[in-house]
């Protein structure tokens, strides 16, 4: 099963705004809405940040927010602070014996 | 509070077994999937499998079948990821994860970090 793909790396000054796209098939993202995104600081456990697509867990800033179009999900980080610099993962249901695939990560650097 | 609490920090060589422990606490361990998430060093995360401590349903992605036994114990609401033959290649830092609802992960575990090496 290969993993949903995302842009290596994405950045952004303070108060700008970031989007992370994560691209699959029909299989996975385009066919269901269960596309999550987690957050990784170095050293940590992820985070999960948004779930089923454009939900955000509580205590999740809402300046984290998803959507969804055709095979490809995205991630946008409005109002960058130092703080969002992590890699971030997406997710997604896959039809395939897998039943969950992720993608390959995307390191977020805030200049 | 809900806490998964991983068995500490593991260092092993080629050939030798291995079973590391994840335990769920402030919530009916039994009514949620458990699964088990691989890091490899500075690489991403990969899905392993997930278990049902209500009933040990175990569903294992094709690239871990075989490779790993995911179990559990609900007595002790304790899942456990093994190996009966390590290989210098498992070394990676292994997350356990709470699945919520549907196909994502609200609660992940502090991570076991494996080392295998000669």
């Known amino acids: 099963q290969s993993a949903l793909t995302q842009p290596a790396s994405v950045s952004g000054s303070p108060g700008q705004s970031i989007t992370i796209s994560c691209t699959g098939t029909?299989?996975?993202?385009?066919?269901?809405?269960?596309v999550s995104w987690y957050q990784q600081h170095p050293g940590k456990a992820p985070k999960l940040m948004i779930y089923d697509v454009s939900n955000r867990p509580s205590g999740v800033s809402n300046r984290f927010s998803g959507s969804k179009s055709g095979n490809t999900a995205s991630l946008t980080i409005s109002g960058l602070q130092a703080e969002d610099e992590a890699d971030y993962y997406c997710s997604s249901y896959t039809s395939s014996s897998t039943d969950v695939v992720f993608g390959g990560g995307t390191k977020l650097t805030v200049l | 509070e809900v806490q998964l609490v991983q068995s500490g920090a593991e260092v092993k060589k080629p050939g030798e077994s291995l079973k590391i422990s994840c335990k769920g606490s402030g919530y009916s361990f039994t009514s949620y999937w458990i699964g088990w998430v691989r890091q490899m060093p500075g690489k991403g995360l990969e899905w392993m499998g997930i278990?049902?401590?209500?009933?040990?349903?175990?569903r294992y992605s094709p690239s871990f079948q075989g490779q790993v036994t995911i179990s559990a114990d609900k007595s002790i609401s304790t899942a456990y990821l093994q190996w009966s033959s390590l290989k210098a290649s498992d070394t990676a830092m292994y997350y356990c994860?709470?699945?919520?609802?549907?196909?994502?992960?609200?609660?992940w575990g502090q991570g076991t970090l494996v080392t295998v090496s000669s």
């Open positions: 994860v709470r699945e919520a609802t549907q196909y994502y992960f609200d609660y």
């Open positions: 278990i049902y401590p209500g009933d040990s349903d175990t």
């Open positions: 029909s299989s996975d993202v385009g066919g269901y809405n269960y």
